[in-house]
T-cell receptor, first 117, second 111 residues
């Protein structure tokens, strides 16, 4: 079974509006971490935000926030006030801390976001 | 400036040749990783190393080899045994439990 699922087709958002990118995950670990990365057309992966499974508050980093719903195993990324530079691929990833190889990340297949002027 | 460098940016290989992709970091990170990305896909882990002189296979290690003789360096060799090596290769590093930082990538094409 897929550990990270990102099923949205290409997403479009109007500049200055908010957008939510979906991510669901599957793990039997109690301790894990969830990450979001941005990949612009240049190819480099840029770290955006992190949520630990025991964190009680949803993570926020500037215009990025993570809507973490543990019972539903979802970790959706919310981008507020979209900018043209937000157009990119976005990847959700998970690190499981109880499997021994505790620094490995498992990535989803990504979502393409296009911001319209 | 601290960061991760990968070279070359573009690499062309003839069938049957081994090629080595370079990855260097000056972030003083213990862990380093190699990923492969195919068009429209996520990243798949090839090899990772959590400490010098030690490394482990990832999900798609067949046809690849690595070494970790220095903390700063984690070169990846794509051998002739890798049947479909054309892809984008990304190197990353991290402190052990923290986020991974990525290099700019190497695009490998088999001619």
């Amino acid at each position: 079974a897929q550990k990270i699922t990102q099923t949205q087709p290409g997403m479009f958002v109007q500049e200055k509006e908010a957008v939510t990118l979906d991510c669901t995950y599957d793990t039997s670990d109690q301790s894990y971490g969830l990450f979001w990365y941005k990949q612009p057309s240049s190819g480099e992966m840029i770290f955006l935000i992190y949520q630990g499974s025991y964190d009680e508050q949803n993570a926020t980093e500037g215009r990025y926030s993570l809507n973490f719903q543990k019972a539903r195993k979802s970790a959706n990324l919310v981008i507020s006030a979209s900018q043209l530079g937000d157009s990119a691929m976005y990847f959700c990833a998970m690190r499981e801390l109880e499997t021994g190889a505790n620094s490995k990340l498992t990535f989803g297949k990504g979502i393409t976001l296009s911001v319209r002027p | 400036d601290g960061g991760i460098t990968q070279s070359p940016k573009y690499l062309f290989r003839k069938e049957g040749q081994n090629v080595t992709l370079s990855c260097e970091q000056n972030l003083n990170h213990d862990a380093m990783y190699w990923y492969r990305q195919d068009p429209g896909q996520g990243l798949r882990l090839i090899y990772y190393s959590q400490i010098v002189n030690d490394f482990q296979k990832g999900d798609i290690a067949e046809g690849y080899s690595v070494s970790r003789e220095k903390k700063e360096s984690f070169p990846l060799t794509v051998t002739s045994a890798q049947k479909n090596p054309t892809a984008f290769y990304l190197c990353a590093s991290s402190r052990r439990y923290n986020e991974q930082f990525f290099g700019p990538g190497t695009r490998l094409t088999v001619l």
